[in-house]
């Protein structure tokens, strides 16, 4: 079992940045691919970027190219999200989760998630 608690959210301008963490407990995540989603309220939850196990690969939603960056620390068991140039249309909750292919924009293909953290972008 792989258990992420991720951390990080908060309410910022648009424009602003964040950084966002997903702390793993339970097992090594350095076997598993590593994903962030996002869910708007009234919307189905939607891929944003993912990174295979040994940080070698990335992989971005069109979204979030350019402005979010994923990154790894492995021997710390923690996965981030730093997120730059935020819009309001990227007010969501934000979770990470544990796979196996960095490819997959698919959450059923996800095995853990955390409980996600709050974004909100004010214009």
């Known amino acids: 079992q792989v258990q992420l608690v991720e951390s990080g959210g908060g309410l910022v301008q648009a424009g602003g940045s964040l950084r966002l963490s997903c702390a793993a407990s339970?097992?090594?995540?350095?076997?598993?691919?590593m994903g962030w989603f996002r869910q708007a309220p009234g919307k189905e939850r939607e891929f944003v970027a993912a990174?295979?196990?040994?940080?070698?690969?990335?992989n971005y939603a069109a979204s979030a190219k350019g402005r979010f960056t994923i990154s790894r620390d492995n021997a710390k068991n923690t996965v981030y999200l730093q997120m730059n140039s935020l819009k309001p249309e990227d007010t969501a909750v934000y979770s990470c989760?544990?796979?196996?292919?960095?490819?997959?924009?698919?959450?059923?293909?996800?095995?853990?998630w955390g409980q996600g953290t709050q974004v909100t972008v004010s214009s």
């Open positions: 339970g097992r090594t995540i350095s076997n598993y691919a």
């Open positions: 990174i295979n196990w040994s940080g070698g690969y990335t």
């Open positions: 989760a544990a796979g196996y292919s960095y490819r997959s924009y698919y959450s059923s293909e996800y095995e853990y």
